[in-house]
C-alpha cells in the first residue's frame, strides 16, 4: 500500500531541559511540516530518498590566501539516521520486516530546533507501518518515535515525539516510561515569531552537559530546574487567560533560567534582547539552545518591528501559527511531496 504521512515541527514554549528531570513543559505544533512517502519494494530492499531536507548555515573561511566553504549539509546524515532507525524500530515492534521506497521532504530546516529530528522518526515509524499493511494507534506511534529519538540520541524525552504526534498545545510531564500528556485549550492566536542563529552544538550535546552540572551541584542547578517547573505552572495560566503581559514575562523569566544552566550563547541572547528591546512582550531561546531558534511574543502592533530586528541579526526568521494538527497518515497515489493531491484519510478523528 502506498503511504503519505506527515508531522509538524514543533516549539516548545516553556521548559525544555527541566523536562528531562521530571518537571512539566509546555509544547506546540507549528504550522510546518515534515512529509514522508512509503512505497512497499518487492525485492526486500529498504531505499531512502531525502529532498529537500533544508539546512541552514554556510561557513565560508579565508585563510591565507585559501578560501574553505562548509556548508551545514553534514546535519542531513543525522536526519537519515533518524529513518533508518525508524525502520528498524517499526519492523521489530511489528515482528515483520519488507522493503520499502521512503522518500522524504521537509518544509523546515533541519537541526534548527524545530522537532524534525521528532517529525522524521514519527512520520517514518508510520509510514513504514502502514505500507506494510499494519495500523498504529497515535499512542504506538509516539512511543516508537520516542523510541526511535532514544536510540539515536541517547538521551531524549519524550516530549518532540509526542508533540509532533498529537499535535495543538500541550503539557507534558514524565518519569520513566510514564508519560502524562494533558492537551491546553488555547482559544486564541498568539503573535509569535521564530529567528534561527547557527547551531554550535547539538541536542544530545547540551543535553549531556545540563546532566553533569546538575549531577555535580544538585543545590544548585537541581533548584533551578525546579524553579523553571514553577515557571511553567504561572505560564501555562497566562496561557488560558490569554494574558500576553505575564506570558511574555515567564518566557523571560524562562531565558533567564535557561541561560543560567548554561544553554543560551552570546548570538542567542543577541536576539532575545534585541526582540525585546523592540516591542516583544518576552523573547527565549526554544529548544536545546548552543544555537537555533528565539521565539518571541510580540506586541501585535509591533511585528513588523520585532522581526525586522531578530532578522537583522539571526540567519532568518519566521512566522507560524500554532497548535497545527498532529501525524497525518493518508493512503493514495504518491504526487510531490507537500503537494499532495487528497487521498483517503486512514483514521476519520485524524483528519479533521
Ligand atoms: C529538545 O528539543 C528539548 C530538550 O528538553 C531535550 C528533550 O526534551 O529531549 C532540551
Redesign the pocket.
Known amino acids: 500500500m502506498r503511504v503519505y504521512v506527515s508531522a509538524p515541527g514543533k516549539v516548545?514554549l516553556f521548559g525544555?531541559?527541566a523536562?528531562?528531570y521530571g518537571q512539566p513543559?509546555i509544547v506546540t505544533s507549528i504550522d510546518r511540516r515534515v512529509h514522508v512517502f512509503a512505497e512497499p519494494r518487492s525485492d526486500g530492499a529498504v531505499t531512502i530518498e531525502a529532498r529537500d531536507l533544508r539546512t541552514p548555515g554556510v561557513r565560508v573561511t579565508y585563510r591565507e590566501g585559501e578560501v574553505t566553504v562548509e556548508t551545514d549539509y553534514g546535519l542531513v546524515l543525522p536526519a537519515i539516521s533518524y529513518l533508518h532507525k525508524a525502520v528498524e524500530v517499526a519492523s521489530s515492534y511489528l515482528g515483520s520486516r519488507h522493503g520499502v521506497k521512503l522518500v522524504v521532504q521537509s518544509e523546515m530546516p533541519v537541526g534548527a530546533?524545530l522537532?524534525t529530528s521528532a517529525a522524521v522518526a514519527v512520520a517514518t515509524v508510520a509510514a513504514y507501518a502502514y505500507s506494510g499493511g499494519y495500523e498504529l494507534s497515535k499512542d504506538e506511534i509516539a512511543r516508537l518515535g520516542w523510541e526511535v529519538e532514544k536510540k539515536v540520541q541517547g538521551?531524549?524525552?519524550p516530549?518532540?515525539t509526542s508533540i509532533v504526534t498529537y499535535g495543538g498545545f500541550m503539557r507534558i510531564r514524565y518519569s520513566g516510561e510514564e508519560v502524562e500528556r494533558v492537551s491546553l485549550r488555547v482559544g486564541a492566536e498568539l503573535p509569535i515569531l521564530l529567528a534561527y542563529v547557527e547551531r554550535e552544538f547539538r541536542?544530545g550535546d547540551?543535553?549531556r552537559m545540563v546532566r553533569e552540572r546538575v549531577t555535580r551541584y544538585p543545590q544548585l542547578y537541581g533548584r533551578i530546574i525546579e524553579l523553571v517547573g514553577e515557571v511553567v505552572g504561572a505560564a501555562e495560566r497566562a496561557l488560558l487567560n490569554h494574558d500576553l503581559e505575564e506570558l511574555g514575562l515567564m518566557m523571560n523569566l524562562n531565558h533567564g533560567l535557561l541561560d543560567s544552566l548554561g544553554v543560551s550563547t552570546r548570538r542567542l541572547n543577541e536576539v532575545v534582547y534585541a526582540a525585546r528591546s523592540s516591542g516583544a512582550l518576552g523573547a527565549k531561546l526554544t529548544?536545546?539552545g548552543g544555537g537555533g531558534c528565539v521565539i518571541a511574543l510580540s506586541r501585535p502592533e509591533k511585528m513588523g518591528v520585532v522581526e525586522a530586528v531578530m532578522g537583522f541579526l539571526s540567519e532568518f526568521t519566521m512566522r507560524t501559527s500554532l497548535g497545527s494538527e498532529g501525524v497525518r497518515v493518508e493512503v493514495g497515489e504518491k504526487t510531490g511531496g507537500a503537494a499532495l493531491t487528497r487521498t483517503t484519510c486512514l483514521r476519520s478523528s485524524w483528519c479533521t
Open positions: 516548545t525544555e531541559h523536562v528531562v513543559a530546533g522537532g538521551i531524549a524525552s516530549m518532540d541536542t547540551m543535553v529548544g536545546a
